[in-house]
């Protein structure tokens, strides 16, 4: 029995316990179907992101500068791209919008944005086609005891630079 303000009232504790259970058991097999859906909605969500990365980037001005083929750098960088308001939206390592150079305020277009990314990237060079100056060696790496100008090696981005200093190249004047 229950007695509340209007009095006593019929209560049936073991109706209550297994109405309960039935209602725990229906809001944990609707949790389960809203996880699968989620799931599925995420997985086409990236699909899509993939698929208008790769489409944007075939159309780009950047894909003939490109010496790696298309598949391999979409595959690489469409995970930096959301779909926002109906628009790709591209984000650093960080978490953070690319916002466009040429207009402050605004987030980077596809074409400014996968620059962006191309240029952030610490194998830039591999990416792109011809990003390096001639130097006359092959590569920093390439051979022990290999030299290079100091004008060459001026020309060489900072991190090129430590790459072939931590070779063993020789720097001649």
Request: no cysteine.
């Amino acid at each position: 029995m229950y007695i509340g303000d209007d009095g006593e009232i019929a209560f049936d504790a073991a109706g209550s316990v297994a109405a309960i259970s039935r209602l725990n058991a229906e809001l944990a097999a609707a949790r389960s179907e809203s996880l699968k859906i989620v799931s599925e909605r995420d997985q086409l969500q990236k699909s899509l992101v993939a698929e208008t990365v790769g489409a944007r980037l075939a159309r780009s001005k950047v894909a003939g500068k490109l010496a790696l083929p298309l598949d391999i750098v979409q595959a690489r960088f469409s995970g930096a791209f959301k779909i926002e308001n109906g628009d790709l939206t591209a984000y650093d390592d960080a978490g953070q919008k690319l916002y466009s150079r040429a207009n402050p305020g605004r987030t980077a277009p596809f074409d400014e944005a996968i620059e962006m990314l191309i240029d952030r990237h610490p194998s830039r060079s591999q990416i792109l086609k011809g990003t390096e100056p001639a130097t006359g060696v092959s590569s920093p790496t390439s051979v022990a005891g290999a030299s290079i100008t100091r004008a060459a090696f001026a020309a060489l981005s900072p991190s090129k630079q430590m790459e072939t200093a931590r070779s063993g190249v020789r720097i001649v004047d």
